[in-house]
């Protein structure tokens, strides 16, 4: 998980922990991959961040959250298997929850609250398999 530090403050090591777990959580629950970016975009935000997905060991079944504290911009990419069952509107609400935490100060709780409700909702569904 790449978490870089900023200027704007540096994630202490309790943080990137907490950010280790959550990332873990997240993907046994969801069965994709997880990363964190947060740091200064390098160009154009959107692009930087398809970059950086696309870098990725499993970029097709992967998501990727990029933070700009500095310019104050969130990111997601998602690879091709996890749209399967994450939805645009999905992520954009966790998008809106994150600005939400951001907003009072709370990058790490924004972050959090990014991962879980991305996790929760990229899951496949549990299917029954009924025999004839």
Known sequence: MPVAPVASGELTSRERAELDRVIRSAEQISRVEFSVFRGISQGDPRVFAGSLHAALAAPDRSIL???????????????????????DRTVEMAVLAMQSEFAQGNDVGGITRGINLMAEHARAPRTMHVRP
């Open 65 to 87: 959250i990029m933070v700009d504290p500095v310019a104050r911009v969130v990111e997601v990419v998602t690879g091709a298997e996890v749209r399967r069952t994450l939805s």
